[in-house]
């Protein structure tokens, strides 16, 4: 059990354009999910809590207009990139806590690509 | 401030043990984390020990926890290439947040 899927795994866009990604728990519920940011060969970075049905909580340094995240069901939150831009591109990763350890289990990761 | 560290590399042989250490600073963190995360990879929860036991063993892994020290390790017995990856320790916040805090990640290169 505490599967977690994100997609899409890859993907590559166009500057300017808006970029949404999905994270989804698959055998529990999660009331609260979390987004990160990774880049190469570093720890993640928290950038956001999301909890079901209310506006998720930023980190510092995190603008919560350009990452928007919608948390509409105990299974499922979104982080959509609006206007992406290159510096935009890294690995997200999300995470649904909940489960065997009541932990955060996380999803594959997504590689986002600006061109 | 919250903080995690450790080590960011370890060689070991194959069939060596690999002990990967972790302090921490948060002492009412409940639960400690090791997670694994191969190349291209999201995170994959290896184990984790609650904070008021000492160890808990799971086939390969040990994780020994100095709640003293605030200091927490992870020993690999029989490490296997397949155990090369990198091994992020991290602590949860206490206050009911559910956050976790990572460390940088321990890279394991095991070689022949």
């Known amino acids: 059990g505490a599967v977690v899927s994100q997609h899409p795994s890859r993907v590559i866009c166009k500057s300017g354009t808006s970029v949404k990604i999905e994270c989804r728990s698959l055998d529990f519920q999660a009331t609260t999910m979390f987004w990160y940011r990774q880049f190469p060969k570093k720890s993640l970075m928290l950038m956001a809590t999301s909890n079901e049905g209310s506006k998720a909580t930023y980190e510092q340094g995190v603008e919560k207009d350009k990452f928007l995240i919608n948390h509409a069901s105990l299974t499922l939150s979104t982080l959509t990139v609006t206007s992406a831009h290159p510096e935009d591109s890294s690995f997200y990763i999300c995470s649904a806590h909940g489960g065997p350890g009541e932990t955060q289990y996380f999803g594959p990761g997504t590689r986002l690509l600006v061109l | 401030g919250e903080d995690v560290e450790q080590s960011l590399f370890l060689s070991v042989r194959e069939g060596d043990s690999s002990v990967i250490n972790c302090t921490y600073t948060d002492s009412s963190s409940t639960y400690l984390y090791w997670y694994k995360q191969e190349p291209g990879a999201g995170l994959q929860l290896l184990t984790y020990?609650?904070?008021?036991?000492d160890m808990k063993q799971d086939q390969r892994l040990t994780v020994l926890l100095n709640k003293k020290d605030k200091h927490l390790s992870l020993r690999i017995a029989d490490t296997q290439t397949g155990d090369s990856a990198i091994y992020f320790c991290a602590e949860i916040l206490s206050g009911g947040y559910n956050k976790l805090i990572f460390g940088a990640g321990t890279r394991l290169a095991v070689h022949p």
């Open positions: 020990i609650f904070s008021n036991m």
